[in-house]
């Protein structure tokens, strides 16, 4: 009788133990709140450097090779990228090099945990050896290849562990561009 009182005994600690536990945990999200991550641009940066060369087809004609990104943090939550850009073709003798410049708006892609440039447009698309009017034509085409290229390049992608903090879980929710980087606003994730 009195080994069954102490595992009846045992199994309510244990019961007790896990609620206080659960409890414990929520009463963490509730008192942590939301909190401030900054992302500083060399982080961003080296990021971006692990996801280039990106290599896209142009008008079913060109070869385009998008590489060595350069980000720039602009004002409004936005930010800029200049890139290297080589042209090839069957018919061209040497691929044509020169730079991209565009500009987009950052958003936050919670299900992917992370912060993803939208909206690109292009600011300066300069190819040496290439007659201007043709320039302004590739350019109106490189519009779409923009929104080909980029559709699921992250600026910035978080570890599961940099959304844990004190035992609680959190989800990205805003960003805002400063003037070394990025700050990202972090929530307590809802309980399922």
Known sequence: MLEKNTHARRRL????????GAALLASC???LGPREVDLPLHKLQAGLDR???VDNRLLQLFDVRLS???LT??????VSLTVD??????????PLAGTLAFSGRLTIDQARSGVYLTEPRIERFAVGGIDESVQRQLARAANGLLDQALLDLPVYSFRMEELRYAGVQYVPTRIATTANGLRVSLEPARAR
């Open 51 to 53: 996801r280039f060369p």
């Open 73 to 78: 943090v602009l004002p409004g939550d936005r």
């Open 13 to 20: 600690l244990a019961g007790l133990a896990a609620i206080s």
């Open 29 to 31: 999200a509730s008192v």
């Open 68 to 70: 060595r990104p350069q």
């Open 85 to 94: 850009a080589s042209v090839a073709q069957s018919f061209l003798r040497n």
